[in-house]
């Protein structure tokens, strides 16, 4: 199944964490407050819902294999299509990964970032991306700071650097 690029979220992430810590926050300070105990049980819920959520996406990342595969050279100005697979993973409470496809000429030192979001909503993921070179010489592409955000975007998982790969663009 082919997935698409998506805006990034990082912002909206943010506002719903903050947004979390204020309810529960509220919650809290509600049952210190009244002594009323189904605002205890909202809270305690609240935080096994985060607690919960933070350990199923990080047993789910630590089974999910990505990989980003493309040809070895191309002609400079042809668009090259590249793909970044993630496979061997379930999910649960995964929703989103996202992260950056860095280009970078080896030879003048060009650097150029692509921001990517993936839906995390089938088994065998392939996000395919066009880059198309406009100089010649050896491009290093690797993936930076990719992560994976859960269901509500309250917690977030790393994923491990992959090594560097090269392509060469011929005249």
Not at 21 to 26: I, K, N, R, T
Not at 48 to 77: D, N, T, W
Not at 113 to 124: G, M, P
């Amino acid at each position: 199944m082919y997935a698409r690029l998506l805006p990034r979220r990082g912002g909206n992430m943010t506002k719903i964490r903050i947004a979390y810590g204020v309810s529960m926050a509220m919650t809290l300070i509600a049952f210190l407050w009244n002594g009323a105990y189904f605002a205890l049980d909202v809270f305690l819920f609240q935080l096994v819902l985060f607690l919960a959520l933070k350990i199923f996406l990080r047993v789910e990342m630590a089974r999910l294999k990505l990989s980003l595969s493309f040809p070895a050279s191309c002609v400079c100005g042809q668009s090259v299509k590249l793909q970044i697979s993630a496979s061997n993973f379930f999910v649960f409470a995964a929703a989103v990964m996202e992260g950056d496809l860095v280009y970078e000429n080896q030879m003048l030192g060009d650097e150029t970032r692509v921001r990517f979001t993936v839906n995390l909503s089938s088994r065998d993921l392939i996000l395919p991306l066009d880059f198309k070179p406009e100089y010649c010489g050896t491009y290093a592409v690797r993936l930076e700071h990719v992560r994976c955000l859960d269901i509500f975007g309250l917690s977030s998982e790393p994923l491990p650097a992959l090594p560097a790969r090269m392509i060469t663009v011929y005249p």
